[in-house]
């Protein structure tokens, strides 16, 4: 019994069902543990751009592009942190920013989301923060700044400024292309 190497849940013949869902949570729990023990996050540089026609943001001097990922056959964790700060900073122009993914996605399959903050320590922040694969090798951030309100994109101006000090970090999980 245990995840395949496409993680999906597989019994032995032999094997017993697990009589209560208590029972079979604890042995999923243990599968997994034993699965995934000893796996290490590789580090990668989550590029951060605008959609075009656009002008790229600068993160500025004391700014950082950081972010980690573990793979389990197709199955992609990706998480990131984009930190701007410090002279030089500009936050672009364009319809979009984008984010890029370590892994390219497969686009044949319904977009994954996953979760995002934008935030700073004294500065506005977004309510309702999502990122979805918007391309092959990028995901897209959106938010709405109401309850079950529509999904904008964040770009440049929108819902605010990005300014200086601001982070935006979150993680998604999606399918590789290969």
Same mark, same amino acid.
């Given at each position: 019994?245990?995840?395949?190497?496409?993680?999906?849940?597989?019994?032995?013949?032999?094997?017993?069902?697990?009589? *209560?869902?208590?029972?079979?949570?604890? @042995?999923?729990?243990?599968?997994?543990?034993?699965?995934?023990?000893?796996?290490?996050?590789?580090?990668?540089?989550?590029?951060?751009?605008?959609?075009?026609?656009?002008?790229?943001?600068?993160?500025?001097?004391?700014?950082?592009?950081?972010? @980690?990922?573990? @793979?389990?056959?197709?199955?992609?964790?990706?998480?990131?942190?984009?930190?701007?700060?410090? *002279?030089?900073?500009?936050?672009?122009?364009?319809?979009?920013?984008?984010?890029?993914?370590?892994?390219?996605?497969?686009?044949?399959?319904?977009?994954?989301?996953?979760?995002? @903050?934008?935030?700073?320590?004294?500065?506005?922040?977004?309510?309702?923060?999502?990122?979805?694969?918007?391309?092959?090798?990028?995901?897209?951030?959106?938010?709405?700044?109401?309850?079950?309100?529509?999904?904008?994109?964040?770009?440049?101006?929108?819902?605010?400024?990005?300014?200086?000090?601001?982070?935006?970090?979150?993680?998604?999980?999606?399918?590789?292309?290969?």
């Amino acid at each position: 019994m245990g995840l395949n190497s496409q993680g999906i849940w597989e019994y032995e013949e032999t094997e017993a069902i697990p009589a *209560t869902f208590s029972a079979f949570l604890n @042995r999923l729990s243990n599968s997994v543990t034993a699965k995934f023990a000893g796996t290490a996050f590789t580090p990668f540089t989550p590029t951060f751009t605008c959609a075009t026609p656009g002008i790229n943001p600068t993160l500025g001097t004391t700014g950082s592009a950081v972010g @980690r990922y573990t @793979r389990n056959g197709r199955l992609i964790t990706a998480y990131f942190q984009i930190s701007a700060g410090g *002279t030089g900073f500009n936050q672009g122009t364009g319809a979009a920013y984008n984010i890029a993914l370590p892994v390219p996605a497969n686009l044949s399959i319904t977009p994954t989301a996953g979760v995002a @903050r934008i935030y700073s320590g004294s500065g506005p922040a977004a309510l309702g923060v999502r990122v979805a694969v918007n391309g092959a090798g990028t995901l897209g951030i959106q938010f709405t700044n109401t309850f079950n309100g529509t999904l904008g994109n964040f770009a440049p101006g929108a819902p605010f400024a990005l300014t200086n000090a601001m982070i935006i970090d979150g993680y998604i999980t999606y399918e590789a292309a290969s």
